[in-house]
Structure formats: C-alpha cells, structure tokens
C-alpha cells in the first residue's frame, strides 16, 4: 500500500513538471491599462506568446462577482510568484459610475471588455448555424409563402407544415445549405455526414395552428421561400466573454467550410471544423492551423518515380465560438501563412 501511495505521488510530480510556465513575450510590459477596444485576446498578446495560456496566468479574484472579467480602466500587473512562474493580477479596479441628479440612480458608463472582435462573430452567436440530419429533416417546413407570394419578407405570412400547437410560438427560419462531412485522406472512403449548414432567413410567431399552419414573418435577413425550415428560438442567452484555452481532448480535425464561401482564408474570416461537442470541443478553445503537405516527385533520388511528403506548415490560429454535436465555428485569431480548406486543425504547442 504504501508503494502505491509512493507511486501515485511520483506521477502527480511528473505531471506537474510536464506543463511549463508559458512564456512571456520577449516586448512584454510589466503594467498595462485597459482601454476602449481592447479584447482579452489582445491583451494576452502583450504579455504572451501563446494567448491561449492566459488561464494560466491569470490570478481572478474569488471576492469578484465574474472574476474573469476585465474592464476598461483596470490596470493588469505583472508579477512572479515562488517558483518564478509569471502571474498577471488586476490591481485597480476603475469601474465608473455616474450620479443622476436629483435621483439616486447609478449608471454604468463601460462593460467587460470581449474575448475577441465581437462585430465579427455578433450576428452568428445566437443564430441556428448547423443542424444534424435528423433535425433538419423533422423539423417544420414551408409550404409556401401566403397570398399568392413567391418569396416572403418581414410581415408576409408563411403556410408551414409539422407545427406541433404544444411547441412555442415564436421561431427562426432558416435555409438548408452545404452538406457538412469528416474530411478523410483516404479518397476511397465514405465521408461521415456531420451535419447541415443553417442559413439564416428570419424570425417568425405564429399566428394560426393547423396543418398548414400560418407563420407571420418578424423579420428577415434574406427572403423566405418554399422549402425553408423552422427551429423554436432558443432561450438561452451565448455568453459574448469566454477565456481562451488550450483543448480539453487531442484534436485532429480540418477546416471543411468557410461561412463567406472564400478560398484563400485570413484574420477574423470564420470556418467549420469536422469535430465538435463530440470531441469535447467548447467554446473558448484555441487550436492551431496547419497547411497540410504536398507529394512531390523526388528528382534527385534514385529510384525512379520516388516521391516525399512534404511537412505539413503552422498557417495560423483560430478560436471556437460556436459548438456543436459533431461541427464548430471557430474565428481566424491570425494567419501568418494563407489558409485554405480542409486545412489541418490541431492542439496548438504548449508555448
């Protein structure tokens, strides 16, 4: 028994060792203060050079109500602790209020600074994005739009099928798009189908049940039409402050779409991943981006028609906002080489 103990207290010390302190970026200021258009990414950059390892260093305060929350005005400091490994800690806590007179009523005049560019991912953090196949093909669909319309916009009205009257009354419609599949190496195999894509149309409430029942359009991104589905309007709210991190699990995944439909892929674009919520992806994970490499004929070999496999290249880094069961969406951080589909996805290096 007590080798056992010996030996488990061994592997706790190795495991231990084996993570190392992240390292600070060589410009790295020992005070900084946050301002307006700051992101939590940004600041990790000053200090880091893998902002993915801000938990790491980051000391929150327990005594705080949302400790990992950083505010314009708040000044971060950097320090060591015993063993020397660095450790950020907020040290002014400059939170604004202003008085109303004559009444006692005290306004915020900032908020947490975001994770990263909110302007780039807002309109895509609470809207349907991807559907499993089983979802799409259960869900309501539109018959066609009412009074002799072809395609329907904000106050039109839609005929839907499969309403059940015991579901909620308010819904977003949405468009069946690309075929999302596990990319493979192997030519040969049967792609995994992972899901739909959910282009987003409008929000509806409905007006009448039935078979068809009457859905009276709220509003619209694009025009509904025959053939559009619906999904009830989620009531949780997607929390716009999450705090970069390493992956929980091993994650070997590509690139299998980009939301604008580009080919060559840069900062602040966004793109899906063939792994989700099934690989214990979450929202926050930081994976790193890897051009795979080509086969090339070898001409200097001697062997005739030899060819190599060139090494795959670190492209960039990309950061999840969204998951899903077996898809996530994921922000391009940065990208020091183009990226392209069906690019390699991988746990970025413990730096």
Not at 179 to 197: N, Q
Not at 200 to 221: K, N
Not at 301 to 307: L, P
Request: charged share 25%.
């Amino acid at each position: 028994m007590l080798a056992r103990k010996i030996l488990v207290l061994l592997l706790l010390c190795f495991t231990t060792i084996a993570v190392a302190a992240p390292t600070l970026n060589p410009s790295h200021p020992d005070r900084y203060i946050v301002v307006e258009g700051d992101t939590l990414w940004d600041i990790a950059s000053r200090f880091l050079k893998s902002p993915w390892r801000w938990p790491d260093v980051w000391h929150a305060n327990p005594q705080v109500k949302n400790p990992h929350l950083i505010y314009p005005g708040d000044e971060l400091t950097l320090t060591y602790d015993v063993n020397g490994n660095p450790v950020i800690t907020r040290t002014k806590n400059a939170h604004p209020t202003v008085k109303l007179s004559p009444g006692l009523r005290r306004t915020r005049l900032d908020r947490a600074i975001p994770t990263i560019p909110l302007d780039a991912i807002q309109q895509f953090l609470s809207k349907p994005l991807a559907v499993g196949e089983k979802e799409l093909f259960e869900a309501p669909y539109v018959v066609q739009p009412a009074d002799e319309h072809v395609v329907a916009g904000a106050g039109d009205r839609l005929y839907v099928r499969k309403l059940k009257e015991e579901g909620k009354a308010n819904y977003s419609i949405f468009r069946p798009g690309e075929v999302y599949k596990k990319f493979s190496l192997d030519d040969d195999a049967e792609p995994e189908i992972l899901g739909y894509e959910a282009l987003y149309v409008g929000e509806g409430t409905v007006a009448a049940f039935g078979d068809p029942s009457t859905i009276l359009i709220t509003s619209t991104q694009r025009e509904s039409q025959t053939g559009d589905r619906l999904l009830p309007l989620a009531d949780d709210d997607v929390s716009e402050n999450f705090m970069p991190h390493a992956p929980r699990a091993d994650i070997d995944a590509a690139i299998i779409a980009v939301v604008d439909g580009v080919v060559q892929i840069g900062q602040h674009q966004l793109v899906v991943i063939d792994s989700g919520s099934r690989e214990k992806l979450d929202v926050g994970a930081v994976l790193a981006v890897y051009t795979r490499g080509q086969k090339v004929f070898d001409n200097v070999s001697e062997e005739r028609g030899d060819t190599v496999l060139l090494p795959d290249e670190r492209a960039g880094t990309v950061m999840v906002f969204r998951v899903f069961e077996k898809v996530s969406f994921a922000l391009v951080m940065d990208a020091t080489n183009p990226i392209h589909l069906y690019d390699a996805v991988r746990n970025p290096p413990e730096l």
